[in-house]
């Protein structure tokens, strides 16, 4: 049973356009969301998270939205740039068990 | 500040055979995570010390073990290697518990097993 999910394995956009990065999950006892980029052959990077309290958190270019209710959050990479190419995954936590529960990832590829 | 150290790069090791995998979280950090990602399959989480303890594992067998030393470095041990092990282990560290659930990966060890 996939807690986590990233439904768009893949996304194009064009160099300066917005880039919108998709997740839900079902597990209502998450409680803290988080954002990873990862390139090959890589340890995956954290970008952004943002508290369940929250439902909007910044970080120059990049935002993350949570809705609560839809159980859906969803980063904003604006304005996107060709090395923003790469694989991101959502992430969820949980008090007490702090793991970290992944999405799938979706490959993000910024045309010049 | 350097970040979240793990070696070796890669592993080839037999069926059969025992794999130990090192890991050195960000200085400050107490807690250290493992996580597996074979093939085709997202992260999956393995294991978490904080504070020399074991405070929780995932779904995979007792073959899969570690501790972590005073020093809050970790070790991972996967013994009687079996083909699906075959994977990235990856490594995270985090502050104190209390404090933040943001996890620093490290580069991550490719385990090869033949």
């Known amino acids: 049973d996939q807690q986590v999910k990233q439904n768009s394995p893949s996304l194009s956009v064009q160099e300066g356009r917005i880039s919108i990065l998709n997740c839900d999950y079902t597990n209502s006892m998450f409680d803290y969301f988080l954002w990873y980029k990862k390139y090959p052959a890589e340890g995956p990077t954290f970008l952004i998270s943002i508290s369940s309290i929250k439902d909007k958190n910044e970080d120059g270019r990049f935002t993350v939205f949570l809705n609560k209710s839809a159980k859906h959050l969803s980063l904003h990479i604006v304005p996107s740039q060709p090395g923003d190419s790469a694989v991101y995954f959502c992430a969820a936590s949980a008090e007490p068990a702090r793991q970290l529960t992944f999405g799938s990832g979706t490959q993000l590829t910024v045309l010049p | 500040e350097a970040g979240v150290t793990q070696s070796p790069t890669h592993l080839i090791k037999t069926r059969g055979q025992q794999a130990t995998l090192r890991c050195s979280p960000i200085s400050g950090h107490t807690s250290v995570y493992w996580y597996q990602q074979a093939l085709g399959l997202g992260l999956q989480f393995l294991l978490w010390?904080?504070?020399?303890?074991?405070?929780n594992r995932g779904n995979f067998p007792p073959r899969f073990s570690g501790r972590q030393f005073p020093n809050y470095s970790s070790e991972l041990n996967v013994n009687a290697l079996e083909l699906e092990d075959s994977a990235l282990y990856l490594c995270?560290?985090?502050?104190?518990?209390?404090?933040?659930?943001?996890?620093?990966f490290g580069p991550g060890t490719r385990l090869t097993v033949t």
């Open positions: 995270a560290s985090s502050l104190a518990v209390a404090l933040t659930y943001e996890q620093y």
């Open positions: 010390y904080d504070e020399g303890e074991e405070r």
